[in-house]
């Protein structure tokens, strides 16, 4: 019988701990910072492009390795096809891209490469087998004789065939959007995102990390991968900064946020928390929504962090999420056999995946009407667009089986690939908001099947 990947990388797994009884060490790779200035959230987020439009444009990608790196890619090929003008189209008009896990991945490449993407990201990384490639580094005598952890070996091969050694700082570089790559601190289950408010709480530079170990450590699964980890430098003398201790004041009776709250706050113990372990964004923000809720919550919200905009509020704030995740049948729905460790696994993953997201989706809706009516005049009313692009609401049951049965991983079939960006390319363009906030925002606008 032929293993899959994942069944191999799980062999890697047991095999390196067998060769060094599961004891690795992180890679430091995040540099120190001596001082860091005094700025709010909002202060810091004006380094992100603000267009010269009628709209802001968000894009959220999920997780789901292969399968939510190709459905998101359909969505910048839609968003590209739409066009504005005879230079522009709706993508260039892109704010800010929030993503995790696989997604991260579709938005760094789009990041750092721009329309470059459309000519290269296919045969690059998505028509690739990635899983063996990263086994094979894994299972080497160098690597598994080492102290480094398989991490490590997802984050060469991705460097080498993806990012080559590109640091943050170039994602949000020239005239594209705003990139953030979302992952999750361990140790005490909050988002961690890799921006310099966050990396100014560890009193590091985040400009200088590598891209390539960001990614990993935004899709790092626990078990099949081990944790990235960052150093919690003391060099910055600065304690909990001002924009935390107001967010902490302003939000007391928001338990959600005020929670959020207490967690980041951990990171200034510099004593007890002198490394931090960065797993897979998935679980703590599945759909990349979280964290452009919880910045603009920190900042005071929509009002307070658009409030350095040096030109009147958009006439609409459209949110687009790329959701991803499936429903695949399990096996232990058709037999008495008691379910395996690995489905067992897979089903609560499953489970509070599922519950997390519905929970995300209704929570980020109904803030975003809130942000929009704040932000609003007499004279200019912001129109509000949350448009969900969802494999689990298509409604052939045909259809919706066959993309439920695409895996989540790293390596997929070709016509998987070619049938998931054509399928998000249509769920876009289909979707009921999207051609709402089209028409008002842009009539004219043509639709070109140029890719």
Known sequence: MELSTTAKLLIVTFFSCFLSACTSYG???????LSVNELSLNTQRERARIN???????LAFSGGGSRAAALSFGVLQALESIKLSDKKTLLDEVDSISAVSGGSITAAYYGLNGKRIFTEYRE????????????RRASSLSHLSSNKGRSEAAIEYFDQQLFSGAQISQLTQGAGPNIILNSSDLGRGVRLSFTPEYFDLLCSDVSVFPVSRAVVASAAVPLLFNPIVVRNYQGCGQGVPGWLKRAKARLANDEEMSLVIKKLETLTDKNNRQY??????GITDNLGL?????????????EAL???????????????????????????????????????INAVTDIQIHRYNAATLKLFESKLEEWAASISTTQNKVTP???KLRLQDLTDPEERAYFNSIP?????????VDKLINKGSQLLTDNHDFIRFIDKTWGSAKTSSTY
Do not use: C, W
């Open 27 to 33: 890679v430091i790779e995040n540099t120190e910072k």
């Open 52 to 58: 010269e439009n009628d709209a802001t444009i968000i």
């Open 124 to 135: 690059n990384f998505l028509y690739q087998d990635n899983e063996s490639q990263i086994v």
């Open 276 to 281: 931090i372990h960065l797993v897979d964004g």
């Open 290 to 302: 979280r964290a452009i809720y919880e910045t603009v919550e920190l900042a005071g919200g929509a």
């Open 306 to 344: 658009s409030s350095n905009r040096n030109k009147d509020y958009p006439e609409a704030a459209i949110v687009i999420v790329v959701d991803a995740s499936t429903e695949p049948q399990h096996k232990m729905d058709t037999s008495l056999e008691e379910p395996s460790l690995s489905e067992s």
């Open 385 to 387: 667009y949350f448009v």
């Open 408 to 416: 989540t991983s790293f390596t997929l079939q070709q016509d998987q």
